[in-house]
């Protein structure tokens, strides 16, 4: 079993920024996929991006050039790097690790808002 503590949530006017952190229990394969997920209220989660092996990255259309993702092996850390916010990236944050066996883990979750 792998836990996944988020941090860095908060408050932001449009326009700002925020680093969110995701801590693993163990650590983190080259080959682990991390993921970012929100979920708005009243949607459904959505993937906000995806790293795999440390330069593979892949981004939702509504966050590409804004959002960047990085992972410190080190301190078996991923990040969510957010800028520009705009008040509809307001979602619970969830932190994701999926091994190359298919094992899933989720964070709880940190809340974001971006107020207008």
Not at 28 to 53: C, H, I
Request: hydrophobic letters at 30%; charged letters at 20%; a positive charge.
């Amino acid at each position: 079993q792998v836990q996944l503590v988020e941090s860095g949530g908060g408050l932001v006017q449009a326009g700002g920024s925020l680093r969110l952190s995701c801590v693993a229990s163990r650590r983190m394969f080259s080959n682990d996929r991390m993921g970012w997920y929100r979920r708005a209220p009243g949607k459904q989660r959505e993937l906000v991006g995806t790293e795999t092996s440390g330069d593979s990255t892949n981004y939702a259309d509504s966050v590409k050039g804004r959002f960047t993702i990085s992972r410190d092996n080190a301190k078996n850390t991923v990040y969510l790097e957010m800028s520009s916010l705009k008040p509809e990236d307001t979602a619970v944050y969830y932190c994701n690790l999926l091994t190359v066996f298919g094992q899933n883990y989720w964070g709880q979750g940190t809340q974001v808002t971006v107020s207008s």
